[in-house]
């Protein structure tokens, strides 16, 4: 079936199958930012935005889509270039692999609650698993990222 | 596996999603697709037809009546139902319950429908709705139903909806005076299913009588749980004594098998404990 949806600014057509998930047809497009970890809805690497809301997607039906907008990690690093800033200063990340997903959930994070406390962020970003940084620095990247819009 | 012929449909109207459910007999029903991807990608179901619900109009609201009653629409998010002024005034076990759920992209696209229709008996939102004497109301082949949510779940993920019928609309009644809690236990990662949940509504009188007193579990069964016992609350200022009867109950209605989140008679002895903490919570 046709989809037509608004990829990192960019209008973008595909044909998909009606059970094909989105993470496929992102990353079939060349955009390998967002990963495949679990697959389960549990790790927030394969984490974008549609529309203002975050979504796994690795559980997202590419058909939903139609008409969306959707962003990625890579899209949100040249459109909010404060976002990897403050990653980059607050060394809010080791291996890397996570941090599309964090970056995603700190964009969605940033839409939903602009005026998140320690503790709602905290919160926010628990969804998203990271194997290196024991999350201090991400929390306080996210929290230099929200405190600088 | 999926169907080789399988299609999706993106109906806008109620009257169109039936329709589409009723032309195929094995067509599903599609809310935010947190539950049927993962089904349909691990091969558990083998549907012909996907209807998504959501560009169904009228299904995304809620609506507070005058009386302090709440109508819920069937595409309403678990996000949207946590952040909702009046669903937190007026029934804020609802918003407390959906406001746990998973993780924040969980939230984000899991609707209302889909979190009763899935029947997991670990799930958040049930209880709450059972403890709140929601009902559920129906739409499909057959015409339109609304039966209380005490009798919709009929085994585990089973529940009383038929082929090609939609949950359209969830009803919270009024409560004036209520208190409602939602608590919930997850012994791993705060984004798992709990190994037990409780949710309670207290109404009481002006006079600090309670009234009408209801208790139900996530967790402790195959379905999700109302313990009458709580009921018995009425009618009394409830000392420890009585809360620690309704604990009692639950722990012998408790039926929960033992898994990765705990044995059979841990699950028990958290039934009792989360009940009696579910009940102060509304009591003090
Ligand atoms: C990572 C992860 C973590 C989770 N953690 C929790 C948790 O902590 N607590 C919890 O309670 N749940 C949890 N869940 C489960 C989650 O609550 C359900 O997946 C979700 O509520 C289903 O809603 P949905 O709208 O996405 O339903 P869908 O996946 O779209 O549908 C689920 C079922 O309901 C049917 N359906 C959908 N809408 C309707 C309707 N209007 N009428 C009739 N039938 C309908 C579908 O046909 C399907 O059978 C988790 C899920 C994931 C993926
Ligand atoms: S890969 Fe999607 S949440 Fe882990
Ligand atoms: S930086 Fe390695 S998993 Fe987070």
């Given at each position: 079936m046709k989809l037509s949806f608004t990829l990192n600014g960019e209008p973008v057509a595909a044909d998909v199958a009606p059970d094909e998930l989105l993470v496929e047809v992102i990353r079939g497009l060349g955009?390998?930012?967002t990963k495949q970890g679990c697959?389960?809805?549990?790790?927030?690497?394969c984490s974008v935005l549609v529309g203002d809301r975050p979504v796994s997607s690795c559980l997202y039906?590419?058909?939903?889509?139609?008409?969306e907008q959707v962003w990625t990690a890579e899209g949100l690093a040249q459109a909010e270039p404060a976002l990897i800033r403050a990653f980059a200063e607050q060394e809010?990340?080791?291996?890397?692999?996570c941090t599309p997903g964090q970056v995603v959930t700190a964009a969605a994070l940033a839409r939903e609650?602009?005026?998140?406390?320690d503790a709602e962020l905290r919160q926010y970003q628990a969804g998203t698993l990271c194997r290196?940084?024991?999350?201090q620095t991400i929390l306080a990247a996210v929290r230099a990222y929200l405190d600088s819009r | 596996m999926t169907a080789a012929d399988l299609t999706f449909r993106s109906p806008a109207t109620l009257a169109e999603a039936l329709t589409e459910l009723a032309g195929d007999e094995d067509a599903i029903a599609v809310g935010g697709g947190t539950s049927v991807a993962l089904l349909l990608k691990h091969g558990l179901i083998e549907p012909r037809r996907l209807v998504w619900?959501?560009?169904?109009?009228?299904?995304?609201e809620i609506q507070a009546g005058p009386d302090g009653s709440l109508a819920i629409g069937a595409t309403v998010t678990l996000r949207e139902l946590a952040a909702s002024a009046p669903v937190r005034r007026l029934a804020p076990a609802l918003a407390e319950a959906a406001g746990q759920v998973g993780n924040p992209r969980v939230r984000a696209m899991a609707t209302v429908g889909g979190a009763l229709a899935?029947?997991?008996?670990?799930?958040?939102?049930p209880p709450a709705l059972l403890a709140l004497a929601a009902t559920a109301r129906i739409a499909g082949p057959a015409g339109e139903r609304e039966p209380p949510l005490?009798?919709?779940?009929?085994?585990f993920m089973e529940t009383v909806l038929a082929p090609?019928?939609?949950?359209?609309q969830v009803n919270v009644p009024a409560g004036p005076g209520r208190r409602s809690v939602y608590l919930r236990f997850t012994?791993?990662?705060?984004?798992d299913f709990p190994v037990i949940g409780a949710a309670a509504a207290v109404l009481r009188d002006a006079g600090g009588l309670v009234t009408g007193a209801a208790l139900a579990l996530a967790g402790a069964g195959p379905v999700p749980l109302l313990?009458?016992?709580?009921?018995?609350?009425?009618g009394r200022m409830p000392a420890e004594a009585d809360i620690e009867a309704v604990a009692a109950a639950a722990a012998a209605a408790a039926t929960a098998v033992s898994d990765q989140r705990g044995s059979a008679r841990y699950k028990q002895a958290m039934a009792a404990e989360w009940t009696r903490r579910a009940l102060r919570a509304c009591l003090e």
């Open positions: 955009l390998t930012g697959g389960v809805g549990v790790c927030g690497v039906l590419a058909a939903c889509a139609e008409g809010g990340m080791q291996c890397g692999i609650n602009p005026a998140a406390t290196c940084t024991g999350y | 619900l959501g560009r169904v109009g009228g299904l995304g899935h029947a997991d008996p670990r799930q958040d939102l005490a009798g919709f779940y009929t085994g090609a019928e939609l949950v359209t012994p791993a990662s705060e984004g313990i009458p016992a709580a009921g018995e609350l009425a």
